[in-house]
């Protein structure tokens, strides 16, 4: 029972930050229509700017090696925004929204083609600037826990990185499901979503809210993957490894659903640790995927998504 519960909370925690991943990859797939094969490589770029806002550029010094990294992370999901920003205005723009009524396959075969181009170039760039040895956020949180108990001779530990990781996780994700239902962006956003010709029609520029799209994924995917940074090693290929677990997650979760695409990356990470019960953790990932063609066989639409009935 001791070893159900620590492998509950370790999924929780980790699920949190799996679902503000896929919040950004579904953010983007549900306002554009755009299969991005080069978000887990934007995720990778947020490692590393926050690794160096952390070491190189003052960060440490001025909050420490407690406070600092989750400072770093912070900001490096505006700086990633903005990246992403201009790389949608460079490229992807040409191949999505407005663009792509003339398309052939309204643009997809083009945006799947595109978005593999950009992750080669940030993949092997990245490789060329950082180099191919591991990097990892450090801080003394990682290597400590809070103790939740005993109960009934039973103590639950919480890694305390990971535990700030899941508050952080949990803080952007209300603020961002504010600001799609409150804000006037938000309300932009969710017309290009549902009907972007009727969206131009109202006086809404259906391209840029693409592009603010874009950019909050890139954002929030960031912080994301800098969070993952303070417990696990990075390097120029870790997009690889997660870009799989974030589709999976928003296709569990249902397409074009914020609140899904966070369960079912919530649902991921509770999955991979409770699977560590009964299964070698190099079986993590057929497990997760296991569980993942079980619950689409029975609901396909995902936990969020709706049936769509066809005539």
């Not at 159900?4 to 950004?24: K, R, T």
């Not at 643009?107 to 170039?121: E, K, P, R, V």
């Not at 993957?225 to 090693?233: C, E, K, R, S």
Request: charged share 10%.
């Amino acid at each position: 029972m001791e070893g159900f519960l620590q492998a509950l909370a370790a999924g929780l925690l980790i699920g949190a930050v799996y679902g503000l991943m896929c919040v950004g990859l579904g953010l983007i797939f549900g306002v554009m229509r755009v299969i991005n094969f080069a978000h887990g490589d934007f995720m990778m770029l947020g490692m590393y700017t926050a690794f160096y806002l952390f070491t190189a550029a003052g960060i440490q010094t001025l909050f420490g090696n407690a406070v600092g990294p989750f400072i770093a992370i912070l900001l490096a999901g505006p700086v990633l925004a903005v990246f992403g920003y201009f790389v949608h205005l460079a490229l992807i723009s040409h191949v999505s929204g407005t663009r792509t009524a003339s398309l052939e396959g309204e643009g997809h075969y083009a945006q799947l083609i595109l978005t593999l181009g950009i992750a080669l170039i940030l993949q092997n760039g990245g490789l060329i600037v950082f180099g191919s040895v591991l990097a990892s956020i450090r801080t003394p949180l990682s290597s400590s826990a809070w103790e939740l108990g005993p109960f009934f001779d039973m103590s639950i530990f919480l890694n305390k990185a990971r535990s700030i990781d899941m508050i952080v996780s949990l803080a952007i994700m209300i603020l961002l499901s504010l600001l799609i239902t409150r804000t006037r962006i938000g309300k932009s956003l969710r017309a290009a979503a549902d009907n972007p010709t009727a969206a131009t029609y109202m006086g809404i520029d259906v391209d840029r809210a693409h592009r603010t799209a874009f950019a909050l994924g890139c954002g929030i995917t960031a912080i994301a993957g800098g969070l993952l940074a303070t417990n696990y090693p990075f390097h120029p290929f870790v997009g690889l490894e997660y870009v799989i677990v974030m589709y999976a997650g928003v296709v569990l979760g249902g397409m074009g659903s914020i609140i899904g695409a966070f369960w079912g990356g919530m649902t991921i990470g509770l999955v991979q640790q409770m699977s560590t019960l009964i299964l070698p953790t190099q079986l993590q990932n057929a497990a997760i995927f296991a569980v993942f063609l079980l619950i689409i066989f029975f609901r396909p639409q995902g936990f969020f998504g709706r049936m769509v009935e066809r005539t």
